[in-house]
């Protein structure tokens, strides 16, 4: 291993946390709506904040509250997580060159805090030559405070208030993926596979809303489309 | 402050699936090592994972998340700033739910 290039240094980790404070506009709102679900199901304040500190991902939380019960649904829960979850397994291994350099904590806890934004930042300095890992845990850990806490305060909350489904406050989770895509576009090379995955998507999520196959399935087609077309153009490989 | 077997279950088991998505997909790869062209499609990974999110969310919503979402990409394209974009896309459709 090289001494030159840092893997995972405190730095990066503190660069990671100062980054990520933007994106916490975003996670606190929907940290609050997972928390007054949670209080709406009959959650206590203490099983609320376990769930978030343990699963640390909000669309399959809310997913799985949605059809909870009594007793709770433990095997329907697990599968409800595990499907909106599988975007989750493609995005490590984008990761690859920054956790294949790490080890025990490091690599598993970073992954342990691996979630859509932070994943989305690191992917962004990755590509523009960054080395150090410490940012995807530094990001990740701040987030999961954030993300713990916020459902602590939404339970608290949800017996007072209760933002109706279509209020703008939720928009901010949309907001950030947005703006996401707006530093993903890497120019006309991305045009054809992010056509073909907005349409599998967009097709795919009429029949299974609820769930992420249509996530996976449109970044699949999308990606595979997209390296097709590098192959008969180049003869090599892509991007 | 209780806390219900059942309900301790449920969360451990949401905790397994969730961990096993985070960490699997990655250890997979790594023990695996797919053929270059699966190696290829990573780099469109990131770019078309976020619009098969965005877009079909789009589709499902109104005026309020498409107001938003343009105010949010024109935002983020004069500024480069995640923040003021979040902002600016959210103020817009708040301005549109206040109008409705």
């Known amino acids: 291993m090289s001494r030159t290039r840092p893997r995972f240094s405190r730095a990066a980790v503190l660069e990671g946390m100062r980054a990520s404070v933007p994106v916490q506009a975003a996670v606190v709102p929907f940290a609050l709506v997972c928390g007054i679900v949670s209080q709406g199901q009959g959650l206590s304040v203490l099983e609320a904040m376990l769930m978030s500190a343990l699963c640390y991902a909000g669309s399959a939380q809310l997913l799985a509250l949605s059809h909870w019960g009594h007793p709770a649904p433990v095997l329907a829960a697990a599968l409800a997580a595990f499907v909106v979850n599988l975007r989750l397994a493609l995005m490590g291994p984008v990761l690859g060159p920054w956790l294949d350099r790490l080890r025990g904590w490091r690599l598993w806890g970073s992954l342990f805090v691996m979630a859509d934004q932070n994943w989305a930042m690191s992917v962004t300095q990755m590509q523009a030559g960054r080395w150090d890992a410490g940012f995807l845990f530094g990001s990740g850990v701040l987030m999961w405070v954030v993300w713990v806490l916020g459902t602590g305060a939404g339970h608290l909350l949800g017996a007072t208030m209760r933002p109706a489904p279509g209020h703008p406050l939720f928009f901010s989770a949309l907001a950030v993926f947005v703006a996401v895509l707006v530093v993903m576009w890497r120019g006309r090379g991305d045009l054809v596979p992010w056509v073909v995955a907005a349409g599998v998507a967009a097709g795919l999520a009429r029949v299974m809303p609820g769930t992420s196959w249509y996530i996976v399935g449109g970044a699949l087609a999308g990606s595979a489309v997209g390296v097709w077309r590098d192959q008969r153009r180049h003869g090599g490989t892509g991007a | ?100």
């Open chain 2, 1 to 100: 402050m209780t806390l219900d077997p059942w309900v301790l279950a449920a969360i451990g088991a949401m905790a397994l699936a969730t961990y096993l998505t985070r960490a699997g997909g990655y250890w997979l790869f790594r023990v695996v090592r797919p053929p270059p062209l699966v190696r290829a499609m990573l780099g469109y990974i990131p770019g078309t994972l976020f619009v098969s999110y965005v877009v079909p969310a789009l589709a499902a919503g109104g005026v309020q998340e498409w107001a938003g979402a343009a105010a949010t990409a024109a935002t983020m394209l004069a500024t480069r700033n995640l923040a003021l974009a979040i902002l600016g896309g959210t103020s817009a459709a708040a301005a549109v739910w206040a109008l409705s």
